[in-house]
Nanobody, 123 residues
Framework: QLQLVESGGGLVQPGGSLKLSCVAS????????IAWFRQAPGKERERLGC????????PYADSVQGRFSISRDNANNTAYLQMNNLQPEDTGIYYC????????????????WGQGTQVTVSS
């Protein structure tokens, strides 16, 4: 079983930045594609982007394209979500999720999930 733990969320003003971390344990992190999702109150969980085990990325969601980027450090079993120019509509709980090898647009194929970290964008 792969355990994922997100951190780095918090309160930030509009226009600010945050970098979320997703630390993995339990299975070979380097075999996992890691995706980031978020869920705003009253909305469905939204896929933001994904990085495969080889480092390739799927297109980011239109809502975050050009502002968010995913990276990974296999030596430290950690994936990151860099978020720039944050806006109030970016508020939500952010999750990382893993599946073997390659990314998928199908949320149901991600077998491993973290507990989430809250991001609030407000002045």
């Amino acid at each position: 079983q792969l355990q994922l733990v997100e951190s780095g969320g918090g309160l930030v003003q509009p226009g600010g930045s945050l970098k979320l971390s997703c630390v993995a344990s339990g299975l070979a992190f380097e075999d996992q594609a890691i995706a980031w999702f978020r869920q705003a109150p009253g909305k469905e969980r939204e896929r933001l982007g994904c990085m495969s085990r080889s480092g390739g990325t799927q297109p980011y969601a239109d809502s975050v394209q050009g502002r968010f980027s995913i990276s990974r450090d296999n030596a430290n079993n950690t994936a990151y979500l860099q978020m720039n120019n944050l806006q109030p509509e970016d508020t939500g709980i952010y999750y990382c999720a893993g599946k073997r090898f390659v990314c998928s647009m199908d949320i149901n194929l991600y077998a491993h999930w973290g507990q989430g970290t809250q991001v609030t964008v407000s002045s």
